[in-house]
């Protein structure tokens, strides 16, 4: 028989050894009900608020920040950074210098145009009805 597959969304037992130190540590339960879901499960992955909890205590906690610079320290350390395939998005990385100032917008018209939402009247757009 094979060797087990793991799937693809799975977290393997060598990065977990890295991710499991750097999560926050459980708050006491306030009331008694269904014991805490692992942070690391195969199936199911908990409910939808679960998770959602699960990520906004990991995003307080600085887990993703502290997992990127620890994955990136360990490729560097083992020269496996390929900096060939690299890419900076500029919403997140930000220019060196300013480009040139834009000039203000100008406007296509002479003068302001007509308010096409109110009448003057007040029974521009009404309609009588028969």
Not at 28 to 40: A, L, Y
């Amino acid at each position: 028989m094979g060797k087990r597959q793991s799937r693809p969304w799975i977290v393997s037992d060598e990065l977990w050894s890295l991710i499991e130190p750097l999560l926050p540590v459980p708050p006491p339960k306030q009331v008694e009900g269904r014991p805490r879901v692992p942070d690391r499960q195969e199936l199911g992955f908990g409910s939808g608020m679960t998770c959602w909890r699960r990520l906004a205590a990991w995003n307080e906690a600085g887990v993703w920040d502290q997992l990127h610079q620890l994955l990136l320290n360990k490729l560097r350390s083992k020269n496996q950074l390929d900096w060939s395939r690299a890419v900076i998005d500029s919403s997140h990385v930000r220019a060196a210098r300013r480009g040139p100032k834009a000039a203000p917008a100008r406007s296509t018209a002479h003068g302001r145009a007509a308010n096409t939402t109110s009448s003057p009247t007040g029974r521009a757009s009404r309609l009588r009805c028969r």
